[in-house]
Nanobody, 129 residues
Framework: QVQLVESGGGLVQTGGSLTLSCAAS????????????IGWFRQAPGKEREFVAA????????RYGDSAKGRFTASRDNAKRTVSLQMNSLEPEDTAIYYC??????????????????WGPGTQVTVSS
């Protein structure tokens, strides 16, 4: 079974950029990773987990939450078994723990947190004002 681990979080000033990575391990090389669409979600203290972005297993299609449109870009490299989330023009409201999650590719790309069944432990992003 594939396991997902996020990296790249940290502290950045307002207007800055960060690139998060979601790396897959486990399963056969490449074969299990491409069985999943990958979504990015975030959760701020006291708030529900929020959809940020998602990318299909081929990388051909992406979807973005309203807060991410025009600022964030998701991409994937199946050979390297990684998905990236480039985040630009960061604001204090983007402060949260960011998670990547796997959705079996037999399902449609989704913004629903309940559809995803593989989750990484998360990485903290803090944007200072």
């Amino acid at each position: 079974q594939v396991q997902l681990v996020e990296s790249g979080g940290g502290l950045v000033q307002t207007g800055g950029s960060l690139t998060l990575s979601c790396a897959a391990s486990g399963g056969t090389s490449g074969g299990t990773f491409i069985s999943y669409h990958i979504g990015w979600f975030r959760q701020a203290p006291g708030k529900e987990r929020e959809f940020v972005a998602a990318i299909t297993w081929t990388g051909a299609t992406t979807r973005y939450g309203d807060s991410a449109k025009g600022r964030f870009t998701a991409s994937r490299d199946n050979a390297k078994r990684t998905v990236s989330l480039q985040m630009n023009s960061l604001e204090p409201e983007d402060t949260a723990i960011y998670y990547c999650a796997g959705l079996p590719r037999s399902r449609m790309l989704s913004v629903d947190v309940g559809e995803y069944d593989r989750w990484g432990p998360g990485t903290q992003v803090t944007v200072s004002s």
